[in-house]
């Protein structure tokens, strides 16, 4: 019986130790920041929509990093030292993927030794944002800009609908909005002079500014492409 009894405990301690160890392993400690660009140019989104995803061969577990774009383009991840396959997953984001040199396709090869604190992401926006102007005149917001289009070849696609959000942080898009308006595709008479305004409600608790920002839906593209936010004071 005591024999037993030293068994049993023996197997116990051996676990925890096991399970202490297991616990020990070293946390990632490289940084890896940067932003999805078009030019040099953030492209904006909507928040936690958008993200890319590090694969890193090798592993016979073999599965992705997802790493989510914010609402300005930047991304930020913890990740250990190696190398890894980025890949931006088919409909995400409100862009064309390009081809990188190095592989002959759309994914980037990274390989990551310290911290990465500025890595540009180059995509192909449908459209984009030129422009944007806020503008507080009372409770009325107005936001005027321009909608480039950039890509005009085969892939080219429409506008479907354009929209003016405000709302009472930086989190600004049509899920965090106190107000907004909307123009439709067919409706913009010129897509370099566009302009819509809106009346914003009384706000609880009272404050006397409000964050703009404005929207394009392409046809068929999930995801919107947005201007930087603006703070308008009302």
């Not at 992401?121 to 009372?138: C, D, L």
């Not at 917001?141 to 942080?169: P, S, W």
């Given at each position: ?32 920041q940067g932003r999805i660009v078009y ?33 300005d383009g930047s991304f930020s ?158």
């Amino acid at each position: 019986m005591i024999k037993l009894r030293l068994l049993i405990i023996s197997v116990i301690v051996a676990g925890f130790l096991f399970s202490c160890g297991y616990d020990n392993y070293d946390e990632p400690g490289s940084s890896f920041q940067g932003r999805i660009v078009y030019q040099g140019e953030p492209i904006n989104v909507s928040y936690n929509d958008v993200f890319f995803q590090l694969w890193e061969p090798g592993w016979e577990l073999n599965y992705s990093i997802d790493v989510t774009i914010g609402q300005d383009g930047s991304f930020s991840a913890l990740l250990f030292d190696s190398s890894y396959k980025l890949i931006i997953p088919a409909a995400q984001g409100p862009f064309r993927n390009l081809i990188n040199s190095e592989t002959g396709s759309d994914t980037i090869l990274i390989n990551l030794s310290g911290s990465t604190t500025n890595f540009d992401i180059e995509v192909e926006p449908y459209y984009m944002v030129r422009n944007p102007q806020f503008s507080a005149s009372g409770r009325n917001v107005t936001g005027t800009f321009q909608a480039e289009k950039i890509i005009t070849d085969a892939g080219a696609r429409d506008i479907e609908r354009v929209n003016l959000y405000v709302g009472k942080t930086q989190f600004v898009d049509f899920r965090t909005n106190v107000v907004s308006a909307e123009i439709g595709g067919g409706d913009i008479a010129d897509p370099n002079a566009i302009s819509m305004t809106v009346t914003v409600p009384d706000l609880t608790p009272t404050q006397n500014y409000v964050y703009a920002r404005i929207g394009i839906k392409i046809s068929g593209v999930e995801d919107m492409i947005f201007s930087p936010v603006q703070k308008v004071d009302l």
